[in-house]
Protein backbone atom coordinates (compact mmCIF):
# COMPACT_ATOMS: atom_id res chain seq x y z
CA UNK A 1 0.00 0.00 0.00
CA UNK A 2 1.61 3.16 -1.11
CA UNK A 3 2.02 6.14 1.82
CA UNK A 4 -0.22 8.70 1.88
CA UNK A 5 2.99 11.20 1.80
CA UNK A 6 4.23 13.67 4.75
CA UNK A 7 1.70 16.55 3.89
CA UNK A 8 -1.18 14.33 4.22
CA UNK A 9 -4.41 16.26 5.75
CA UNK A 10 -2.18 19.45 5.75
CA UNK A 11 -3.39 22.70 4.12
CA UNK A 12 -0.64 24.79 2.69
CA UNK A 13 -0.79 28.03 1.86
CA UNK A 14 1.35 28.90 -1.04
CA UNK A 15 2.24 32.49 -1.91
CA UNK A 16 4.28 32.97 -4.41
CA UNK A 17 4.09 34.97 -7.40
CA UNK A 18 1.19 33.48 -10.58
CA UNK A 19 3.58 32.04 -13.06
CA UNK A 20 6.12 30.70 -10.80
CA UNK A 21 4.38 28.76 -8.12
CA UNK A 22 3.77 25.37 -10.49
CA UNK A 23 6.79 23.20 -9.83
CA UNK A 24 6.29 24.27 -6.32
CA UNK A 25 2.54 23.09 -5.95
CA UNK A 26 3.45 19.97 -7.97
CA UNK A 27 5.76 18.74 -5.01
CA UNK A 28 3.63 19.94 -2.26
CA UNK A 29 0.43 17.85 -3.62
CA UNK A 30 2.88 14.89 -4.38
CA UNK A 31 3.43 14.87 -0.61
CA UNK A 32 0.02 14.67 0.30
CA UNK A 33 -0.95 17.95 0.73
CA UNK A 34 -3.97 19.93 0.22
CA UNK A 35 -2.78 23.40 -1.50
CA UNK A 36 -4.36 27.21 -0.78
CA UNK A 37 -2.89 29.32 -3.88
CA UNK A 38 -3.00 32.51 -3.32
CA UNK A 39 0.00 34.20 -4.95
CA UNK A 40 0.84 38.02 -2.77
CA UNK A 41 3.40 39.37 -5.01
CA UNK A 42 2.80 40.37 -8.29
CA UNK A 43 5.15 42.46 -10.95
CA UNK A 44 5.29 45.12 -14.01
CA UNK A 45 7.63 46.65 -15.92
CA UNK A 46 9.40 50.01 -14.45
CA UNK A 47 10.34 53.10 -15.75
CA UNK A 48 13.64 53.79 -14.38
CA UNK A 49 14.76 57.61 -14.84
CA UNK A 50 17.78 55.96 -15.55
CA UNK A 51 16.85 53.81 -18.11
CA UNK A 52 17.64 56.00 -21.16
CA UNK A 53 21.19 56.20 -19.85
CA UNK A 54 21.51 52.51 -19.21
CA UNK A 55 20.55 51.72 -22.31
CA UNK A 56 23.02 53.86 -24.27
CA UNK A 57 26.14 52.63 -22.79
CA UNK A 58 25.10 48.78 -22.25
CA UNK A 59 27.69 47.57 -24.41
CA UNK A 60 30.23 49.12 -22.02
CA UNK A 61 29.56 46.69 -19.21
CA UNK A 62 31.94 43.76 -19.07
CA UNK A 63 29.74 42.07 -16.57
CA UNK A 64 25.72 42.27 -16.03
CA UNK A 65 24.58 40.79 -12.72
CA UNK A 66 21.29 39.22 -12.74
CA UNK A 67 19.58 38.56 -8.96
CA UNK A 68 16.14 37.45 -9.91
CA UNK A 69 14.11 35.21 -12.50
CA UNK A 70 12.26 38.61 -12.33
CA UNK A 71 15.56 40.72 -13.02
CA UNK A 72 16.01 38.23 -16.18
CA UNK A 73 12.72 39.15 -17.96
CA UNK A 74 12.46 42.26 -17.40
CA UNK A 75 16.07 43.29 -18.19
CA UNK A 76 15.30 41.94 -21.51
CA UNK A 77 11.66 43.10 -22.04
CA UNK A 78 13.78 46.34 -21.59
CA UNK A 79 15.99 45.77 -24.22
CA UNK A 80 13.12 44.25 -26.73
CA UNK A 81 10.81 47.25 -25.95
CA UNK A 82 13.91 49.59 -26.93
CA UNK A 83 14.89 47.45 -30.10
CA UNK A 84 18.12 46.58 -28.60
CA UNK A 85 19.20 43.28 -29.77
CA UNK A 86 20.62 40.95 -27.17
CA UNK A 87 22.74 39.26 -29.73
CA UNK A 88 25.28 42.51 -29.81
CA UNK A 89 25.24 41.78 -25.69
CA UNK A 90 29.50 41.43 -25.03
CA UNK A 91 29.05 41.24 -21.66
CA UNK A 92 29.33 38.37 -19.57
CA UNK A 93 27.14 37.43 -17.15
CA UNK A 94 26.82 36.40 -13.28
CA UNK A 95 23.85 35.42 -11.77
CA UNK A 96 22.51 34.65 -7.97
CA UNK A 97 20.74 31.22 -7.85
CA UNK A 98 20.55 27.93 -10.36
CA UNK A 99 16.92 28.99 -10.83
CA UNK A 100 18.05 32.73 -12.29
CA UNK A 101 20.61 30.89 -14.48
CA UNK A 102 18.45 28.56 -15.89
CA UNK A 103 16.03 31.74 -16.88
CA UNK A 104 18.87 33.25 -18.61
CA UNK A 105 19.70 29.87 -20.81
CA UNK A 106 16.34 30.50 -22.24
CA UNK A 107 17.58 33.92 -23.59
CA UNK A 108 20.89 31.97 -25.10
CA UNK A 109 22.95 33.02 -21.99
CA UNK A 110 25.03 31.20 -19.76
CA UNK A 111 25.73 32.15 -16.25
CA UNK A 112 29.37 32.51 -15.88
CA UNK A 113 29.66 33.55 -12.24
CA UNK A 114 27.17 32.00 -9.52
CA UNK A 115 27.77 32.83 -5.64
CA UNK A 116 28.07 30.14 -3.82
CA UNK A 117 25.37 30.40 -1.51
CA UNK A 118 22.25 31.93 -3.48
CA UNK A 119 21.90 35.36 -2.13
CA UNK A 120 22.64 39.06 -2.46
CA UNK A 121 25.30 38.74 1.07
CA UNK A 122 26.86 35.91 -0.24
CA UNK A 123 28.01 37.39 -3.33
CA UNK A 124 28.83 40.79 -1.49
CA UNK A 125 30.74 38.36 0.50
CA UNK A 126 32.61 37.42 -2.90
CA UNK A 127 32.91 40.38 -3.85
CA UNK A 128 34.80 41.50 -0.93
CA UNK A 129 36.93 38.83 -0.89
CA UNK A 130 37.74 39.17 -4.11
CA UNK A 131 36.68 36.07 -6.21
CA UNK A 132 34.57 38.07 -8.04
CA UNK A 133 36.39 40.92 -10.22
CA UNK A 134 35.14 43.14 -13.32
CA UNK A 135 35.76 46.69 -14.25
CA UNK A 136 32.09 47.96 -14.78
CA UNK A 137 29.02 46.00 -13.96
CA UNK A 138 25.40 46.53 -14.64
CA UNK A 139 23.24 45.37 -12.30
CA UNK A 140 19.09 45.34 -13.50
CA UNK A 141 16.93 44.81 -10.48
CA UNK A 142 13.46 45.54 -8.86
CA UNK A 143 12.77 48.20 -7.32
CA UNK A 144 12.84 46.70 -3.21
CA UNK A 145 16.30 45.20 -4.17
CA UNK A 146 18.76 46.35 -1.65
CA UNK A 147 22.11 48.04 -2.72
CA UNK A 148 24.70 45.87 -1.09
CA UNK A 149 25.93 44.56 -4.14
CA UNK A 150 26.59 47.71 -6.20
CA UNK A 151 28.17 48.81 -2.73
CA UNK A 152 30.69 45.90 -2.36
CA UNK A 153 31.61 46.79 -5.84
CA UNK A 154 32.27 50.29 -5.74
CA UNK A 155 34.15 49.80 -2.13
CA UNK A 156 36.33 47.56 -4.36
CA UNK A 157 37.33 49.83 -6.98
CA UNK A 158 34.58 48.52 -9.57
CA UNK A 159 32.17 50.75 -11.63
CA UNK A 160 28.42 49.84 -10.98
CA UNK A 161 25.10 50.91 -12.48
CA UNK A 162 21.60 49.57 -11.18
CA UNK A 163 18.38 49.67 -13.24
CA UNK A 164 15.17 49.40 -12.08
CA UNK A 165 13.58 47.32 -14.68
CA UNK A 166 10.76 46.12 -12.29
CA UNK A 167 9.18 47.00 -9.42
CA UNK A 168 6.80 44.67 -6.70
CA UNK A 169 3.08 45.48 -5.98
CA UNK A 170 0.83 43.54 -3.83
CA UNK A 171 -2.13 42.41 -6.47
CA UNK A 172 -5.29 43.79 -4.46
CA UNK A 173 -7.83 41.10 -5.59
CA UNK A 174 -6.27 38.40 -3.83
CA UNK A 175 -6.24 40.51 -0.59
CA UNK A 176 -10.09 39.47 -0.05
CA UNK A 177 -9.23 35.51 -0.72
CA UNK A 178 -6.77 35.22 1.86
CA UNK A 179 -8.76 37.20 4.17
CA UNK A 180 -11.71 34.70 3.58
CA UNK A 181 -9.16 31.86 3.60
CA UNK A 182 -7.34 32.62 7.07
CA UNK A 183 -10.96 33.13 8.34
CA UNK A 184 -12.81 29.74 6.97
CA UNK A 185 -9.65 27.62 6.89
CA UNK A 186 -6.78 26.14 9.20
CA UNK A 187 -3.83 26.70 7.44
CA UNK A 188 -0.72 24.11 9.03
CA UNK A 189 1.43 25.50 7.11
CA UNK A 190 2.61 28.78 5.75
CA UNK A 191 5.31 29.52 2.80
CA UNK A 192 6.60 32.39 2.09
CA UNK A 193 9.47 33.13 -0.97
CA UNK A 194 10.16 36.99 -0.19
CA UNK A 195 10.33 39.17 2.42
CA UNK A 196 7.41 41.45 0.38
CA UNK A 197 5.00 38.29 0.38
CA UNK A 198 5.62 38.31 4.20
CA UNK A 199 4.41 42.05 4.50
CA UNK A 200 1.65 41.86 2.09
CA UNK A 201 0.44 38.68 4.12
CA UNK A 202 0.40 40.61 7.64
CA UNK A 203 -1.01 43.63 6.40
CA UNK A 204 -4.01 41.26 5.24
CA UNK A 205 -4.00 39.49 8.12
CA UNK A 206 -3.59 42.67 10.56
CA UNK A 207 -6.62 44.60 8.28
CA UNK A 208 -8.71 41.61 9.12
CA UNK A 209 -8.00 41.27 12.48
CA UNK A 210 -6.14 37.84 12.53
CA UNK A 211 -3.31 38.01 14.97
CA UNK A 212 -3.14 33.82 15.77
CA UNK A 213 -0.57 31.77 13.82
CA UNK A 214 0.79 29.40 16.63
CA UNK A 215 -0.61 26.59 14.88
CA UNK A 216 0.74 26.91 11.42
CA UNK A 217 4.83 25.94 10.14
CA UNK A 218 6.04 28.76 8.89
CA UNK A 219 8.48 28.11 6.07
CA UNK A 220 10.74 30.51 4.04
CA UNK A 221 12.64 30.37 1.37
CA UNK A 222 16.23 31.73 2.73
CA UNK A 223 17.57 33.59 5.53
CA UNK A 224 16.28 37.35 4.17
CA UNK A 225 12.64 36.15 4.38
CA UNK A 226 13.03 34.57 7.57
CA UNK A 227 14.41 37.13 9.27
CA UNK A 228 11.03 39.58 7.74
CA UNK A 229 8.66 36.71 8.66
CA UNK A 230 10.31 37.03 12.45
CA UNK A 231 10.22 40.24 12.66
CA UNK A 232 6.50 39.86 12.51
CA UNK A 233 6.61 37.08 14.95
CA UNK A 234 6.14 34.54 12.86
CA UNK A 235 8.57 31.92 14.23
CA UNK A 236 9.79 30.43 11.23
CA UNK A 237 10.59 26.47 11.57
CA UNK A 238 11.34 25.78 8.20
CA UNK A 239 14.43 27.40 5.87
CA UNK A 240 16.83 25.31 3.42
CA UNK A 241 20.19 25.85 3.56
CA UNK A 242 19.86 26.38 -0.41
CA UNK A 243 17.72 29.29 -1.19
CA UNK A 244 15.27 27.50 -4.10
CA UNK A 245 11.97 26.66 -4.56
CA UNK A 246 12.51 22.98 -5.08
CA UNK A 247 14.64 23.10 -1.67
CA UNK A 248 11.90 24.83 0.10
CA UNK A 249 9.36 21.62 -0.80
CA UNK A 250 12.56 19.39 -0.01
CA UNK A 251 12.20 20.89 3.17
CA UNK A 252 9.17 20.69 3.99
CA UNK A 253 8.85 16.90 2.82
CA UNK A 254 11.64 16.60 5.85
CA UNK A 255 10.21 18.38 8.15
CA UNK A 256 7.02 16.90 8.41
CA UNK A 257 8.67 13.11 7.85
CA UNK A 258 10.42 13.87 11.06
CA UNK A 259 7.37 14.58 12.71
CA UNK A 260 6.02 11.54 11.96
CA UNK A 261 8.90 9.44 13.37
Known amino acids: MMSAGPLFGKHVLVTRPRGQAASFIDKIEAAG ?6 PLIAFRSFSDP ?8 LFTYDWIILTSKNGVDFFFQQLEKAGKDR ?20 YG ?13 QFAK ?8 ATKVLIPKGNLARTMIADALRK ?16 EEEK ?3 IDLLQKERTDVITFTSPSSVR ?62
Open 156 to 171: KGMAADEWIVYETFFP
Open 87 to 106: ADIQARFAAIGTETAAVLQT
Open 33 to 38: GMVHFV
Open 200 to 261: HFMKAAEEAGIDAFEQSVVACIGPVTKKEADRFGLHTKICPDVYTSESLAEAIDHYFRKEEN
Open 109 to 121: FQAEYIPEKFSAD
Open 50 to 57: NGKDRLQT
Open 176 to 178: ARL
Open 126 to 133: EITDGSFE
